[in-house]
């Protein structure tokens, strides 16, 4: 498995811009698909983002296209989400993820602790 630590979280108001780091470490990170997922309480973990092994390929969530932008530098074993335009129901943990190209928790064998991420309005 790989140990994932999310940095980046905050409390910002409903338009604001943050970015998610994922720093990766324990397998080959180019082996790894990579996603974002979020959670808000009372609800079930929800796909964000994936991203393919080299980054060339990108999937996203409706709710986040156009405002959400996934990357990765395999040189620095992370994976990063830049979060544009946020608004109070982008309030969540988000989760970082490794493993096969997917958009279920399923297609992902390691996750990280999570980070808190509150938009005011």
């Known amino acids: 498995q790989v140990q994932l630590v999310e940095s980046g979280g905050g409390l910002v108001q409903a338009g604001a811009s943050l970015r998610l780091s994922c720093a990766a470490s324990?397998?080959?990170?180019?082996?790894?698909?990579m996603g974002w997922f979020r959670q808000a309480p009372g609800k079930e973990r929800e796909f964000v983002a994936v991203?393919?092994?080299?980054?060339?390929?990108?999937y996203y969530a409706d709710s986040v296209k156009g405002r959400f932008t996934i990357s990765r530098d395999n040189a620095k074993n992370t994976v990063y989400l830049q979060m544009n335009n946020l608004k109070p129901e982008d309030t969540a943990v988000y989760y970082c993820?490794?493993?096969?190209?997917?958009?279920?928790?399923?297609?992902?064998?390691?996750w990280g602790q999570g980070t808190q991420v509150t938009v005011t309005s």
């Open positions: 993820a490794a493993g096969r190209w997917g958009i279920t928790t399923h297609a992902f064998d390691s």
């Open positions: 324990g397998r080959t990170f180019s082996s790894d698909a």
């Open positions: 991203i393919s092994r080299s980054g060339v390929n990108r």
